[in-house]
């Protein structure tokens, strides 16, 4: 007897599909990880009439939790509260301690941004507004959650701004008629596998010879592709499956190590980024298809100055010649895309950075330019460190420019990994 | 007597969170431009016992239209269709027109792959099989489609990969059942305006005051700030609504033309893109902080190497001393992060690419590296042409370390749009 929940993730720009919605999948997830199994989540607009009947369709469908997320402002459209506190039969009532507590935190912003006191006040009052039986849960912007047992569920009410909803959901489980449900939930442990480069249909057959020796019935194996080259296999079991659980790892280590970079669910991003930690290297990239991401996507974590010198962008040949240093015959003999320009684009980045690794990469990503030896998605990568090690491929990347320009950053990503283990298990490209 | 519709996204990856759902939005904006309300949009997992009790609450809710997406792969976990068919009350009946033209489609990949043909044959069958009186839309991929009148209702089935529905829709919307609905709506029309660095509050205080003289009630506004600073307005309404929502804009324009980058609903990018060649101009780029993005969303764009030369990533002094040719001196007299380094950054990127505009950026991303003369945000930008015109701004830009990082690259954007215009108009930074 498991915990079943629904999600009702409330506001107009997510219904009408101009502004993607955050929230359920976020909650989802928690939620996946406490035991508790999502049946539904379910987008409405601003409409109270549509928020309340699919609360009664939860309720029907015998859903133990309902979560729902936005519609908690100040203004007279945020209905939720009171949406809620109807399908509870709870009458509204002012909160007083909470709305001290929120014209605390608005007086500052309402201050600079001069705004009309009485328009404050009265938003105050109506986001302090609590049904009788309800737990109110302290905002991290200016609006509270609920919490509340209503006949035979609980229903937990959060605001809309992922960043609000994020910070209150720890509050929002230690509310006694959450913590009281949660004893019923069982948490899943979980798994995360990453590989690089292998096809779904090598990895189906893997698991049909893994599932001869052990029974995986019980355990939740889910596999995502993401952007074309990087399999996840994500694994959630309940503790009674644990050594069923390990017995899968072990088989997918066995047949596919060399394709395995991440065991713990780290990203590539992370795993270079500590590559390059552990080994005490700098890199410096130079791009010419991908145009800036690959700098891009090695400076989004928070310290890569540490091994991160620079990038250069050399889009023309004149800029691969002055800035990079390669020569205009090695251009003019294979053509801006060849290996022979990616290497020497890998030595440039090394030369002018004064780093341990370069990366050069140089491709055709279209839509215009494809030829028939080199043709949209042809892309020349390679990685070199300064004792003149090389790990070079030109794969032929499907998809249209932007998916081209991505696979190529990642693909260059697993050119950084492999120069850098060198232990014989790296990845086949 | 409008048509109300309800979206029904399936997908066990999609209800746990770990992918974003694409098709529910996507779908919903179709609809929306239709004329068709959507009341809501339900993700459920892969169990039929789920989708089933999606599909009974629609019906219950009085919806004119259910939109399915996902479940309509060769594999027994994919449901739609049958659960559908039951939910009809049909039977189900190979269309043998339908199996002979996917296993055209699929021969070739079975080839490819050595697929078992036996496992094939029938994963083909049962794509095959439409509920009676259902009218197959022909497939994409390789999952045909489904249109079907139930009682009051019009279903649509489309498989789960957006390419495959985004391509299909078309021929969903010819359907006998679907273009019978479709005369029942009035499609809307809509005008979208967008707006660089105005506060929400100014906005609102201007709509207020246009509601004074014109009669908005039946124009839907929806307003959207997206990156911080950059405010979309979009209007929908019907024909007969036209003269109001001009007028509407009319007044957004006398109000706020500085602040106003398109009315057509274009991206700063287009903008920009569209700028550089109106005016012959080439650009290259000198960035800091931002780590190639700057550069990476210049050349996203098919093309774009007609005005885009090149870029640095500047991340370290020595590089951008030796490969943008900043003086020592100016570093150590204002520091890296200053509006001085940011303009010699400029300087130095139209002089090594030979462009006729230059951008430099510098900034303090954090999460460390803030100090109090320049805390975390504090970015400086400058935009330069050849003949030495200058734009330049160095604001405190709020958010986390990837805010701070887009927002950077949308200021710069903007910064580059004022200095080609030049007339009059730019938007105030």
């Known amino acids: 007897m498991g915990v ?46 549509d ?6 369709f939860l309720e029907g469908d015998g859903v133990d939790l ?3 997320t936005g519609g908690l402002g100040p203004t007279a459209d945020d209905l939720t509260a009171a949406v809620v506190g109807e399908f509870a039969g709870a009458e509204m009532e002012l909160d007083t301690a909470m709305e001290a507590k929120i014209a605390r935190i608005v007086a500052e912003f309402a201050r600079r941004f001069r705004l009309d006191p009485e328009g404050v006040r ?12 309800g737990v109110p849960i302290d905002p991290q912007g200016t609006a509270p959650g609920i919490a509340m047992a209503i006949r035979d569920l609980v229903a937990i009410v959060l605001p809309g701004p992922p960043r609000e909803l994020q910070g209150m959901w720890p509050r929002a489980l230690a509310t006694t008629p959450v913590e009281h449900l949660l004893t019923r939930a069982e948490p899943y442990l979980s798994e995360s596998i990453r590989m690089f480069n292998l096809a779904e249909s090598t990895l189906a057959k ?13 355990i939740e194996v889910t596999t995502c592709l993401r952007g074309g080259s990087e399999l996840e296999i994500d694994l959630r079991f309940r503790a009674s499956e644990t050594a069923q659980a390990a017995a899968l790892v072990d088989g997918l280590r066995d047949a596919h190590a060399k394709h395995i970079y991440s065991d713990a669910g780290e990203s590539i991003d992370q795993v270079v980024a500590e590559g390059l930690l552990g080994a005490a290297a700098t890199i410096a990239v130079a791009e010419s298809c991908t145009g800036g991401l690959l700098a891009a996507r090695l400076t989004n974590r928070p310290g890569s100055s540490r091994y991160f010198h620079g990038g250069v962008v050399a889009y023309s040949n004149a800029a691969k010649q002055s800035l990079l240093g390669v020569p205009a015959e090695l251009i003019a003999a294979h053509g801006a895309v060849s290996p022979q320009v990616a290497e020497a684009m890998a030595d440039g980045a090394i030369k002018r950075f004064g780093t341990t690794i370069g990366v050069g990469l ?13 043709p949209i998605g042809y892309v020349c990568l390679c990685a070199k460190d300064s004792a003149g090690r090389v790990v070079a491929r030109d794969p032929e990347i499907p998809g249209a420019r932007n998916d081209i320009r991505d696979r190529s950053v990642a693909a260059a990503l697993h050119l950084v990994r492999r120069l850098l283990a060198d232990d014989g298990t790296a990845a086949p490209f």
């Open 66 to 68: 309902i979560v729902t």
């Open 362 to 374: 140089t491709g055709v990503a279209g839509p215009d330019g494809g030829s028939e030896g080199k």
């Open 206 to 218: 893997t698991l049909r010879e893994i599932e001869q020796r052990v029974d995986l019935t019980a």
């Open 4 to 49: 079943r929940a629904g999600i009702v993730v409330t506001g107009t720009e997510v219904l009408t599909g101009r502004v993607s919605d955050r929230n359920g999948p976020w909650v989802s997830e928690r939620l996946g990880e406490l035991g508790i199994e999502v049946s539904h989540i379910t987008c409405v607009g601003d409409r109270p009439g």
């Open 51 to 56: 928020l309340a009947s699919a609360l009664r």
């Open 122 to 133: 009265e938003g105050t009052r109506k986001q302090a507004m609590v049904p009788v039986g």
